[in-house]
């Protein structure tokens, strides 16, 4: 099987089909987190929810497929204080209190792939689909799956990390601007306290 | 032809060539690959006909575990196989994926169908594809034994119940293996045993506000708000977000004046708080205090006219035209308030209206509370509900082209596993006018026996 997989990576390169490394844009205009005061950890959030901003930092309309995205950018800035947190953890909170659960990033990237069988033209677009299907697959890997911040992550002294969580996109509401991201719970390692990160995203209106 | 020509015309000779040594012998060990697993499918999963007609040849297991967790086992099973889930619908059980090759590719279908003694059967039916005639099909291969073991051995590794509570026993000062134990409880539908589960944890872990705020959801769950208050109490203090949360637990145990006691000094303290600002005036209309209900409705407009809110304000205004809440409350009025609260996700209050309602109402004012019902029960999978609701009423729904409601007995009756009168109902929503999903049909599809 891994030989099939070869044969079509070297056809989708005959083809030159881009495929660049994909980094997550540059956070513009984040909105700031509320952090109990004696925590040494802050972060930023930026909410992807039109088709302008997936394809900039996605390289890919995932809002056409009923997704969002919130990328989180939090920073410890402590010399001696590790911090962790759960990704089962964080939830939107919109403005009229529905809850939405992250999505786990494999379920999105799923949600992203074409239908097998009879998604666009399967296999009557032949040697093409196939083409398109591996340049697909990389692409999202690269954009989505490597993009998504992982289950369980530590923040070490002084570390900073960056990663993207993604949302059904709710069908009731218009937008997402006014609603909370909340990381139920952040534990400091050190103390043991246990406290949640609220991050509004109402500032990018 | 130049010598440029030339050379690339040679160089896509070469390649063409190299890709069909390839391709040749790696078609070869494919099929011998899927012969010994087909070999080892006879011996230990024996391929057999399904008694779903349409789901054709399958290999099953049988598993005894929450729904949930094997629902989880499954899904998590395709990531770990990386199969594609292109489909999935949890009341049935039935997950559809598969991977795809651009010319060829499987279609791999679950089915989590329960049987007696808390059992569930799962049977898996994996569907080959090809555009590229017996070449194509040699690249394919048949996951179903694959696919059963990795769900076999994802099952496996979760504890059970038992395992959960010793090593909670002799862990007590680990919140993880608290939570696990509480998480398998409410997969597994105990919830008495959760409650106590998370009351123990707190009782250990006073400061974990993810605990107490999860508590207090399940304890709204079960429509239990003044337990709930009582929880979130324990928490009130610096934290605003906590005050906002019990002031909405007031206003669905109907207890609107404790909730504008509570919202008033945060409005006062903090005027740009909006969101204080907008539950306060909603409290103040419960608690039967119009003018207040009225100031701040209008103030929240004012403060900021493109916000969710204010669009929200100006329905509540319209409805205070009317004056103060008065109980019983006349159809019309309760209709409109139930439309807010469910907006607001205050479910559970609106659920107590339009129960209380639903015996007073015909024509169309019956159906508005039928539909509003409805989507209190659905994510509640209240299935019973819904089509004790709905059923009776059917043969006029039809008349009346309701389809919508046809449909959600359909969506019922899936639940509650009656895949024939599903079926049928489907197919009269879609007569009474209603866009039935295709794929739900085709889902349907696997349950004719």
Redesign the interface.
């Known amino acids: 099987?891994p030989?099939?997989h070869?044969?079509?990576t070297?056809l989708a390169l005959?083809v030159s089909f881009s495929t660049a490394a994909v980094k997550l844009a540059a956070i513009a205009a984040p909105t700031q987190d509320q952090t109990p005061q004696n925590q040494t950890l802050t972060g930023a959030v930026r909410l992807i929810e039109t088709k302008q901003e997936s394809e900039k930092v996605f390289q890919h309309d995932i809002v056409a497929r009923g997704l969002c995205a919130i990328v989180l950018t939090l920073t410890n800035e402590s010399k001696d204080v590790t911090y962790s947190l759960q990704r089962s953890?964080i939830t939107i909170r919109t403005?009229?209190?529905?809850q939405l659960a992250s999505l786990?990033p494999?379920?999105a990237?799923?949600k992203l792939?074409?239908?097998?069988?009879s998604?666009p033209a399967?296999?009557?677009a032949?040697?093409i689909?196939?083409?398109?299907?591996?340049s697909r697959k990389k692409k999202l890997q690269k954009s989505v799956l490597a993009a998504a911040i992982g289950a369980q992550v530590t923040l070490a002294p002084g570390e900073e990390i960056e990663g993207a969580i993604f949302f059904d996109l709710p069908k009731?509401t218009?937008t997402l601007r006014?609603s909370t991201l909340v990381v139920?719970?952040i534990v400091n390692q050190k103390t043991g306290?246990?406290?949640?990160l609220?991050f509004p995203l109402s500032t990018q209106? | 032809m130049t010598i440029k020509e030339t050379n690339m015309k040679k160089g896509i000779w070469i390649l063409v060539v190299a890709l069909t040594v390839i391709l040749a012998t790696s078609t070869t060990s494919l099929a011998q690959d899927s012969s010994k697993s087909a070999q080892a499918d006879t011996q230990e999963m024996p391929k057999y006909r399904s008694k779903y007609k349409a789901r054709g040849n399958v290999h099953s297991i049988v598993v005894t575990l929450p729904f949930p967790v094997i629902y989880a086992g499954v899904t998590q099973s395709f990531t770990n196989l990386e199969l594609t889930i292109n489909y999935e619908d949890q009341a049935l059980g039935y997950v559809e994926g598969g991977r795809s090759r651009g010319v060829s590719g499987e279609i791999v279908q679950v089915w989590i169908d329960p049987e007696a003694n808390g059992q569930y059967r799962l049977e898996v039916r994996n569907i080959r594809l090809s555009r590229m005639g017996l070449l194509g099909f040699a690249g394919t291969k048949d996951w179903s034994k694959d696919l059963l073991v990795a769900i076999n051995k994802e099952l496996a590794s979760r504890p059970s119940v038992s395992q959960l509570q010793a090593a909670v026993e002799s862990n007590p000062a680990s919140i993880d293996a608290r939570r696990k134990l509480i998480e398998a409880y409410v997969a597994g539908r105990q919830m008495d045993e959760a409650v106590g589960a998370y009351r123990a944890l707190l009782a250990r872990f006073a400061t974990s506000h993810l605990d107490r705020v999860n508590l207090a959801d399940l304890l709204i769950s079960r429509g239990q708000p003044d337990q709930a208050i009582e929880v979130l109490k324990q928490a009130q203090g610096a934290d605003p977000e906590v005050t906002l949360q019990l002031a909405r637990i007031y206003i669905l145990a109907e207890r609107g004046a404790e909730a504008v006691e509570l919202l008033t000094p945060l409005a006062q303290k903090n005027p740009a708080d909006i969101k204080a600002r907008y539950q306060m005036a909603r409290a103040a209309y419960l608690a039967g205090d119009v003018p207040a209900s009225k100031a701040s409705f209008s103030s929240v407009i004012e403060q900021a006219p493109q916000h969710p809110f204010a669009e929200q304000a100006k329905l509540w205004l319209r409805l205070l035209e009317a004056g103060p809440i008065k109980k019983p409350l006349e159809a019309k009025t309760a209709l409109s308030l139930c439309e807010l609260l469910i907006k607001e996700k205050l479910d559970l209050l609106a659920q107590r209206h339009l129960e209380s309602l639903i015996s007073s109402v015909s024509g169309p004012e019956r159906h508005q509370v039928v539909r509003l019902l409805v989507t209190i029960y659905q994510p509640q999978r209240q299935y019973a509900a819904i089509a004790g609701l709905i059923e009776p009423q059917v043969e006029q729904l039809k008349k009346d082209k309701q389809g919508e409601l046809i449909y959600y007995l359909a969506l019922a009756q899936c639940g509650l596993r009656n895949f024939k009168p599903a079926a049928d109902y489907l197919k009269a929503a879609k007569k009474a006018g209603y866009k039935t999903p295709k794929e739900l049909e085709n889902v349907l599809r696997g349950y004719q026996q």
């Not at chain 1, 403005?95 to 529905?98: M, N, P, Q």
């Not at chain 1, 792939?113 to 069988?117: D, E, Q, T």
């Not at chain 1, 689909?129 to 591996?134: D, Q, S, V």
């Not at chain 1, 306290?193 to 949640?196: A, G, T």
């Open positions: 099987m030989r099939v070869k044969i079509i070297l005959l953890n403005e009229f209190d529905a786990e494999q379920r990237y799923d792939m074409w239908k097998i069988g998604g399967f296999a009557e032949g040697i689909r196939a083409i398109g299907e591996g009731d218009k006014f139920g719970e306290e246990r406290f949640p609220r209106q």
